[in-house]
């Protein structure tokens, strides 16, 4: 329950909340006219939010009070962890502590009734202004953290009716208002599906068990597409004095893309998922990807991704999907996924590693496994154009927050499970199943797309920009803007992102970039790695 008050300091007029899923989507943007006196106190007034059973769930919920449309205060909290078996109350005091807080720089109105424009907050990204102080804060609040809410003595809030008891599922507020209970299942459950991925229906660890919720590990969700910047805050990339920039807000901004939207696993793909695809394998004796598969055939007519690696007198390029004589390279044999001993997460027999992301295994199994899964493999910009939030340019995929140390934003540095000092993996136990960080959702509901593991890329690595063919600052400098692009047009190695359980927090950066390079220069077939897995993308 939302409780929205006032400190005394203010005198609005109007009330304007905006509550939205850690999807991305939406849920409630209104303006409530509050009355004048003598009509009865408008303050206290609450907000009814209810859970879908999902305890990994976050909203985001932002408010503003303003009179003759100057907006005099603006808050914004992320709420996570949203109790799922009894009710907490999140108190949101309105103050001219905070006015100065609120910028100048306001954007044309929105929500279904609101005429004044709306003003933002001075507070950097991820950050709300404390009413006590008037300094800002963190935004992020943990929902587990929140006291039990207490209603009033006598059972109402005030005379504004933005919501009721929490326990009236279809509670509206006055004036024709939308429903006053904004449902955190559409936060988590509406923009997420399963259907079409048969693939986990059979059951059981590691398909069936994934997150906190322990949901489909074949969820995903929709990436609502748009145009971005694939290179920012560079002085971080490159090793510079910080790893974000000082308010968390994206600088050097270059290398735009335009992403169509898709959709994106919520998940890396675990053992037990591949263990259906090595079924199906059956050592090369059943199913193998059909020729030409694999292609983001919603875009360009069916032709896919253009590719921007393909010379210059060569005309428009598309993918061209899978090659028949790729087939023979196909071998997740389990003497092949092993490929080290002590971090190797396939076993023989389905055990207790069935719910970690699967590693060990080379580009074109990736390749294949997401073709068999009924996807394909996302391009460089689109992954990260999902660990950015789009053209929120993130400086981590849950924002700019400090990952810290207990692995609730990401596993890395051998952090997992124990905590500092970190730095020192021994072995399996460093690596946790998937969505083991419930802090680490991207904008658009994806866990782990920085930490666990590496994830493969559709892209041959190449440099954005002009520079020296190993990479270095070259492979961040500006190149021509591309829409729905890809580099297909082979390289030295493929592309990886999102860092993994052992590596240090720099390569937790939305925009950070890495290669791993190919074993088999024939076929162009990447090494195996124990750092490096795979996430599946699909068709919107």
């Known amino acids: 329950m939302v409780v929205f008050e006032t400190d005394g300091t203010l005198d609005p007029d109007t009330l304007h909340v905006t509550v939205t899923s850690d999807a991305g989507k939406t849920l409630l943007d209104w303006c409530y006219s509050i009355p004048p006196a003598p009509a009865p106190p408008f303050f206290p007034t609450t907000l009814a939010i209810a859970s879908d059973g999902n305890p990994g769930a976050s909203v985001t919920i932002s408010a503003s009070v303003l009179r003759a449309g100057v907006t005099l205060d603006v808050r914004q909290n992320l709420v996570t962890l949203v109790p799922t078996d009894h009710l907490v109350e999140l108190p949101i005091v309105f103050s001219a502590r905070c006015t100065a807080q609120v910028s100048?720089?306001?954007?044309?109105?929105?929500?279904?009734?609101?005429?004044?424009?709306?003003?933002?907050?001075?507070?950097?990204?991820?950050?709300t202004c404390d009413p006590t102080t008037g300094m800002c804060v963190s935004d992020v609040v943990m929902g587990t953290a929140l006291p039990p809410y207490s209603p009033p003595a006598d059972g109402a809030s005030g005379s504004g009716g933005v919501g009721n008891d929490a326990g009236d599922a279809e509670a509206q507020a006055e004036d024709s208002s939308p429903i006053a209970e904004a449902s955190i299942a559409e936060a988590s459950t509406a923009d997420a599906a399963d259907a079409g991925v048969p693939h986990c229906a059979p059951g059981g660890p590691g398909l069936t068990n994934c997150g906190l919720n322990k949901e489909s590990c074949c969820t995903n969700y929709e990436v609502t597409g748009g145009a971005f910047y694939r290179t920012y805050d560079l002085d971080s990339l490159l090793g510079g004095d910080s790893w974000a920039a000082p308010d968390g807000g994206a600088t050097g901004l270059a290398a735009p893309a335009t992403v169509s939207t898709f959709r994106l696993d919520k998940y890396d793909v675990t053992v037990g998922r591949f263990r259906q695809f090595v079924n199906a394998w059956n050592g090369g004796a059943g199913w193998t990807p059909p020729v030409g598969s694999g292609k983001h055939a919603h875009l360009n007519g069916g032709r896919g991704l253009v590719d921007v690696g393909a010379p210059a007198d060569a005309g428009a390029l598309y993918e061209t999907g899978w090659n028949a004589s790729d087939s023979s390279s196909i071998a997740p044999t389990s003497a092949n996924l092993a490929c080290d001993p002590d971090y190797a997460t396939w076993t023989v027999e389905a055990g207790s590693n069935e719910g970690r992301p699967m590693n060990c295994v080379s580009w074109l199994e990736a390749y294949a496994f997401c073709i068999w899964d009924e996807g394909f493999l996302p391009s460089e910009a689109e992954w990260e154009y999902a660990a950015a939030g789009g053209n929120q340019q993130r400086t981590y995929p849950w924002g700019s927050a400090d990952p810290g140390t207990a692995s609730q934003y990401a596993i890395y540095g051998c952090y997992y499970p124990s905590g500092p000092p970190g730095f020192m993996c021994s072995g399996i136990t460093n690596i946790g199943a998937v969505g083991t960080a419930p802090l680490g959702a991207g904008m658009f509901g994806q866990l782990d797309l920085a930490g666990e593991m590496y994830q493969f890329n559709?892209?041959?690595?190449?440099?954005?920009?002009?520079g020296d063919a190993d990479g270095g600052i070259g492979q961040y400098l500006p190149g021509a803007p591309c829409t729905d692009c890809a580099n297909l047009t082979e390289s030295f190695g493929r592309v990886v992102r999102g860092g993994c359980f052992l590596e240090d927090e720099s390569t937790l950066l939305a925009p950070f970039r890495q290669v791993l390079f190919p074993a088999d220069e024939p076929t162009g077939n990447v090494a195996r790695d124990f750092r490096v897995g795979a996430r599946c993308a699909r068709s919107p």
């Not at 279904?112 to 950050?127: I, K």
């Not at 559709?458 to 002009?466: C, I, M, Q, R, S």
């Open 104 to 127: 100048l720089v306001t954007s044309p109105a929105h929500g279904e009734n609101c005429t004044s424009a709306v003003a933002a907050s001075r507070c950097g990204t991820d950050q």
């Open 458 to 466: 559709l892209d041959w690595f190449a440099n954005y920009g002009p």
